[in-house]
C-alpha cells in the first residue's frame, strides 16, 4: 500500500490499485462530459460556469471546455489555489464566489446559460461530516437555486462517491 498520490485529503493508506481505478474514472467522467457538450448556437457566444474548479474533477473540465473552444467563466473562493489553471488564466473568466453564499453567486451567475457543478468537500472519516453536508448538500441547493432564479438552461452535477461520505457514528 501507498499514501494516497492524487488525493492529500485522506492522509490515509490505501490501496493503490484503488487510486489509480479513481484517477482513471474520473478522466473518462471529463472526457465523456467534454464529449457531451451540446452548444446551445455558436461555441463562443455563450457562457459556461463552472464550480470547483480548483479541485481536481473541475480543473481538468475546465481545460476540457476550453480546449473545446467554450467561453468559460470559473467561481473560486478568496483563498482558492489554481495553478494548474495558469496556462489557460487568459481564457477564462475568473470571479471570487462561494457556494455557501448566495449573494455571490447572483452576480457570478449573470449571462450563465450552463453551469457544470463539480465543487464539494470530500473525506473519508466523520470529521469531514458537517464541511460535508453544508457544502454538498447545501451549497448544492444554493447552485440550483439561483440557477433557476437566473434562468439558467442547463445544470451539470459532477461529483464522486467520494462526496457521500458517512454519517457519524
Not at 13 to 25: E, N
Request: with cysteine; charged share 20%; proline share 1%.
Amino acid at each position: 500500500t501507498k499514501l494516497h498520490s492524487f488525493c492529500n485529503r485522506c492522509k490515509k493508506r490505501c490501496d493503490w490499485r484503488r487510486c489509480v481505478f479513481a484517477l482513471i474514472s474520473f478522466l473518462l467522467i471529463i472526457r465523456f462530459i467534454a464529449c457531451q457538450l451540446v452548444t446551445l448556437s455558436t461555441a463562443n457566444s455563450i457562457m459556461v460556469l463552472v464550480t470547483g474548479a480548483s479541485g481536481f474533477l473541475g480543473g481538468e473540465l475546465v481545460k476540457q471546455l476550453v480546449a473545446k473552444g467554450e467561453s468559460v467563466r470559473i467561481i473560486v473562493r478568496a483563498a482558492s489555489q489554481i495553478s494548474h489553471l495558469n496556462s489557460i488564466k487568459d481564457k477564462i473568466e475568473i470571479v471570487e464566489a462561494d457556494i455557501l453564499d448566495v449573494p455571490s453567486l447572483e452576480i457570478a451567475f449573470n449571462g450563465i446559460e450552463k453551469i457544470y457543478h463539480s465543487a464539494a468537500v470530500i473525506g473519508y472519516d466523520s470529521s469531514f461530516y458537517d464541511a460535508m453536508y453544508k457544502c454538498n448538500i447545501e451549497g448544492t441547493a444554493n447552485v440550483v437555486n439561483v440557477a433557476l432564479s437566473k434562468s439558467v438552461k442547463k445544470i451539470l452535477h459532477i461529483s464522486s462517491i467520494a462526496a457521500i461520505g458517512g454519517k457519524p457514528h
